[in-house]
């Protein structure tokens, strides 16, 4: 590792790798040093004239990766999961594995770095997610044979979504959740449900849909507005 000092007192470190490369080629990382990668041909002296040209950009990034980095750890410490917070435990193993169970999520894996076990967990949220979902689709599905309606055939899709915590394509018999639900509690994502399985008879949000919904789910409001408060 190199490092050049810059007019103004900083000190800015690289890594200087040679190879047959036509262009320059700069990567901030993580660890605050920048990796550079230049032809042999390339004086050490033109390159680090390019670094302290770019030194600015070079702290900028280092900035913003020192803020995900941040981030990342934030979210590996606890998860939320149907409305509970868990602790994330870390395991040394060399299974690449996250299971949830209802007191912790636990992470197993070699690499503990933020980034890995942040993988690994919203890995295993999808697939728990999906169980859930199922378990609820089926759920509202009895609900409405309950009621004498039959609920249509529906296929059921994971997502996503920034805008929404559901959508309902009535025509091709489609219904969409939204991943971010995971964090909420079961009643909660089975209102959604309730909400995108009344499209399936009222098409918009008329006062037929939602006393439809009213009489397929009563708790409606009562779970489905927590969603409006984050």
């Known amino acids: 590792m190199k490092k050049i000092i810059l007019p103004d007192g900083r000190e800015l470190c ?45 702290f900028g990034a280092f900035e913003k990766l020192n803020k995900q980095k ?6 590996t410490k606890s ?3 149907l409305g509970k917070e868990l602790p994330v435990k870390i395991i ?22 933020a980034e890995n076990v942040l993988r690994l967990i919203e890995k295993v949220k999808i697939e728990r997610f999906k169980t859930v979902c199922a378990e609820l689709n089926e759920k509202v599905r009895n609900a409405l044979r309950s009621k004498g309606f ?20 009535y025509t091709r018999g489609h219904i969409s959740v939204n991943i971010r639900l995971a964090a909420y509690p079961r009643e909660t994502v089975y209102s ?18 939602y006393r439809f919904l009213l009489e397929l789910y009563p708790d409606y409001y009562k779970y489905n507005n927590v969603l409006k408060s984050g």
């Open 192 to 209: 959604v449900f309730c909400h995108e399985y009344a499209h399936f008879w009222h098409h918009d949000h008329s006062k037929n849909f």
């Open 70 to 75: 941040q981030v990342f750890e934030i979210n």
């Open 92 to 113: 040394e193993n060399l299974r690449e594995t996250a299971v949830i169970d209802e007191d912790e999520c636990r992470v197993f894996t070699k690499d503990n770095s």
């Open 14 to 58: 690289y890594i200087l790798v040679r190879k047959r490369v036509k262009n320059i080629n700069f990567r901030a990382k993580e660890d605050g040093t920048v990796l550079v990668s230049a032809s042999p041909k390339v004086s050490v002296k033109y390159i680090e004239k390019c670094l302290a040209e770019r030194a600015d950009f070079f």
């Open 150 to 169: 039959e609920p249509p055939p529906a296929v059921i899709t994971i997502k996503d979504m920034k805008s929404r915590w559901g959508s309902c394509s």
């Open 79 to 81: 998860i939320r999961w």
